[in-house]
């Protein structure tokens, strides 16, 4: 089956959907039958294409400062795309499926599957620019009724797709994602040499990983953190990694204090080859997002045997279940007692993590592949069917 994957995502520093792209077409690259071609603008290839390099990530921290600058560049922007997916497509239309990973289709006549990984431009709007919230809003509804089939990542996303864009059940599939074979329990010799590069130690400190941005809800995170006893603060410090995304004016302001005091260490975006041992590295991983469509760090952290202490929002109970410790977003006090808990008791949380490597296991990306590769093969019968 010869199928186009718009893997645009992987020309930057990955995020979730960067992620999502890399670890489901590797995955699906060695089964039979499988044809795969990736789209990367100028032209397409075969095969997922190596990690984006240092200078590849300081050329998209530029691009990200001149879309702040500039008026609708994610317009500008999804005009080039449209322009040369058209070229590359011309002629293979009708034999090729297309598999949109990121939303929104670009604009395709043949078979097409769409992956939706969550739906909070629509949930929770206030949490993203105006500009992306205005093409989701105006766009996905009936970039959905015209898929053939959509995947999504957790039945919280089918869920609200069903509910915002009145998608019939029958025509979504849940495929859920998994933890790349890199996170894993590293020990401590493994670790400190990588760890001295960012200036850390292991198990001596608390570990957040994703974007800077509104859903994150990482002021509630600091608010509770500030709460600890000043002794458990200077023993673990609390490091977030990830990229400035939007709206973090009030975020920033909010960390000012605990920063000054070399209690908070904001790293920004960490290198892949990094990542794995910041996570195994860490006495605690706290994640208190309002929203997500799965929480793939909460898993990576697990599957790294760390304990997990997120919150009981959307997905989140669906990846972490009863492995993780869980509160309530808008509940600082809890999240408070749950971290001092886990640094104070080591023994219990040696315990957490080892019951969140166990659940971590029952997730794959073979699995993902297989399910995926499902559905288009549900998506070709009923073309083949109908002609």
Known sequence: MKILVNALPLLMPLTGIGQYIRSLFTAMDTMPGADIRMYYGLRCEKGVRPMVSASAQKVTGTLRVLQNLIPQTRTLRRMAEKALFAHHTRSSVKQTLYHEPSYMPLPYNGPQVVTVCDMSCFDMPQTHPKERVEQMQRNLPAAMAKADHIIVISEATSNALQRWCNVDKSRITNTYLAADPRFQPLTADDLTLPLASLGLTTQAYVLCVGTLEPRKNLTTLFIAYSGLPQ????????????????????????????????????????????????????????????????????????????????????????????????????????????????????????????????????????????????VYEKVMQQRGGGS
Request: proline share 5%; hydrophobic share 45%; glycine share 8%.
């Open 231 to 374: 002794a458990l603060r200077q023993r673990y410090p609390l490091v977030v990694a990830g990229m400035s995304g939007w709206k973090t004016e009030a975020l920033f302001k909010s960390a000012e204090d605990l920063i000054r005091r070399n209690e908070l260490r904001l790293l920004g975006y960490v290198s892949d080859a990094l990542i794995p041992s910041l996570y195994a590295g860490a006495a605690a991983f706290c994640y208190p997002s309002r929203y997500e469509g799965f929480g793939l760090p909460a898993l990576e952290a697990m599957a790294s045997g760390v304990p997990v202490i997120t919150s009981n929002q959307t997905s989140l109970p669906e990846v972490v279940g009863d492995a993780g410790l869980m509160f309530d977003p808008d509940d600082v006090d809890s999240l408070r007692e749950e971290l001092q808990r886990l640094l104070e008791d080591r023994v219990f949380a040696d315990l957490l993590g080892q019951r969140g490597l166990a659940r971590s296991k029952i997730f794959s990306w073979e699995r993902c592949a297989r399910e995926t590769f499902a």
